[in-house]
């Protein structure tokens, strides 16, 4: 689904994932906030955004209440501060404009591949401590209260507790999620997404329980135990750079 705050002018981006064998629609923004009334639920949802400002993103805000699918913002807004600000408020990738249709079609693929892998996984339950990752339901549960998390924090998160005591890169973590390389703005993206997840999981940067980020390394997944006084070599796996690094 397309949500355009101008949808004659989306109606290129329309033709172009209709001809890549898509079933794909264009709706205004006033539509998208009723969407919720719906039961329709799109594997993926691109944002155009033609005239970049607050109001629009605050859509981002108001689509995260009932939708957890893959959502892509497009702007030509190139400000570093307002692509963080649209990942704070839902976004899960900015692709600024004027844009590589074949790139876009490959990020969204990404995107709809990783969220498909709600039918796909196996009956497995992650459970570490108080937090429990259900991998069937794709549910995260801390002292048996439901996480509201995204497809894009809960793949995250669910990676990160596979890889529990182990130090993990932020290139290894963008490569888990979306299947190709990293770069300095995406890496970036991943620290604003640990951010998310952290508020929703009521955890501590300075006092961490879940997440703790190893600076100049990656992120320790903690599952809950009593933070390590010292991090020892094997915990820092080959996924993640050498220690002189910190």
Request: charged share 25%; proline share 3%; aromatic share 8%.
């Amino acid at each position: 689904m397309i949500i355009s705050d101008n949808v004659e002018r989306s109606s290129d981006l329309l033709a172009f994932f209709e001809k890549a064998g898509y079933q794909a629609a264009v709706i205004g923004e006033k539509d998208a906030a009723l969407q919720k009334e719906s039961s329709s639920h799109p594997d993926a949802v691109i944002f155009d955004i033609h005239h970049p400002n607050i109001r629009g993103l605050s859509l981002c805000l108001t689509l995260r209440k009932f939708y957890k699918g893959p959502l892509l913002l497009m702007t030509e807004n190139k400000d570093e501060l307002y692509q963080v600000l649209a990942i704070e408020l839902g976004a899960d990738d900015v692709i600024i404009k004027p844009y590589n249709p074949n790139l876009l079609q490959s990020r969204t693929r990404a995107f709809i591949r990783s969220a498909s892998w709600r039918t796909e996984c196996k009956n497995c339950n992650n459970k570490l401590n108080e937090f429990i990752v259900d991998e069937k339901r794709r549910e995260v549960f801390v002292n048996g209260n439901l996480v509201n998390l995204t497809d894009l924090e809960f793949e995250l998160l669910k990676y990160l507790s596979s890889q529990s005591g182990k130090i993990v890169s932020r290139e290894a973590i963008h490569k888990a999620l979306y299947e190709s390389s990293s770069n300095e703005v995406l890496a970036r993206s991943i620290d604003m997404y640990i951010c998310r997840i952290r508020k929703k999981l009521g955890d501590s940067s300075s006092n961490p329980r879940y997440l703790k980020t190893v600076r100049g390394c990656g992120y320790l997944f903690l599952g809950g135990k009593k933070l390590p006084e010292t991090i020892t070599g094997d915990q820092i796996g080959a996924s993640a750079p050498h220690a002189a690094a910190v």
